[in-house]
């Protein structure tokens, strides 16, 4: 399986434009970002991919970056927007939907974890430190947009950053009760054709009080709470496929099972969970079967 992904990884950076190599450079964005990946398929630092005893024998005759080169290299914007680039081929939708899902998945870390950048907060029923990916997925899993955060980071702000940064979803954005929020109903209804459904945040047996409400939640509550509410019901349980999403980036031996000891920062992490997303978007593709152990 590894080798069908990294034939696929190398097929698609050969089809991405990329910057032209400095005369002054030994090695080209691409190979910067082969290297990176070759690490992150096989679950290892980026410093192991840097000996070529960790290569197959056909691969073991091209030199290989340095450690210093590539912390540096994978810095630079022209790298930067290669891996950009990498994931927008992959990962996003290839056609537009009218069925959307919003939700976030916690990456916990040790408590005793020195990255200040890691945030305490909510986890799967508990408290934890580390970090939150929120995403908007399509039934099929592609994922429209996604962003990092520390696990404290309130998951409304996340979801109008998120929507901010696709104005082009249209049709119906499910959510759970935590997306209850009039500021964001009110983003959703200044775009015109993104309707959000929720459950009431704090269940349907109590009123609406006397504030003000955006009309797009007055929306949704009408369309939840009604006396014939099966259409709703049939939003929110379809919104159990970014569950399943979640599941199948976590759920085979190169997927997001965690975040490992060299993964710290918040700049580490975003890029590591690009690239677990971009793999699990080409398992996807390629119908492989694989399941950790």
Excluded at 63 to 79: A, N
Excluded at 121 to 133: T, V
Excluded at 255 to 270: M, N, Q, Y
């Amino acid at each position: 399986m590894e080798h069908q992904l990294w034939k696929s990884i190398v097929a698609v950076l050969a089809s991405l434009s990329k910057a032209r190599k400095s005369t002054r450079e030994e090695f080209s964005d691409e190979d910067i970002v082969k290297t990176y990946y070759w690490s992150v398929l096989h679950e290892r630092p980026t410093a192991w991919a840097c000996d070529r005893r960790n290569w197959p024998l056909w691969a073991r005759r091209k030199e290989l970056p340095s450690r210093p080169t590539m912390s540096r290299r994978l810095k630079r914007p022209t790298v930067r927007k290669l891996l950009q680039d990498l994931e927008e081929r992959v990962v996003a939708p290839q056609k537009p939907g009218l069925f959307w899902m919003i939700d976030g998945k916690p990456l916990t870390i040790g408590g005793c974890s020195k990255d200040r950048q890691a945030g305490f907060g909510r986890a799967a029923g508990c408290k934890a430190k580390g970090y939150k990916i929120h995403a908007i997925v399509d039934p099929q899993g592609a994922v429209a947009s996604w962003r990092l955060a520390p696990m404290n980071k309130d998951e409304r702000v996340m979801a109008k950053r998120l929507i901010r940064a696709t104005p082009t979803i249209q049709g119906y954005l499910i959510g759970d009760s935590n997306y209850d929020s009039n500021p964001l109903h009110e983003l959703c209804d200044r775009l015109g054709e993104l309707q959000l459904i929720t459950p009431r945040r704090y269940g349907s047996g109590h009123a609406l009080g006397h504030i003000k409400h955006a009309a797009g939640r007055l929306r949704s509550v009408e369309r939840t709470e009604n006396p014939f509410p099966q259409f709703a019901r049939t939003l929110l349980h379809g919104r159990d496929a970014i569950e399943r999403a979640f599941a199948h980036a976590t759920n085979w031996s190169a997927g997001l099972l965690g975040l490992p000891p060299w993964v710290r920062t918040h700049r580490r992490v975003h890029r590591w969970v690009q690239a677990k997303l971009v793999l699990t978007a080409l398992k996807r593709s390629m119908k492989i079967t694989s399941y950790a152990a």
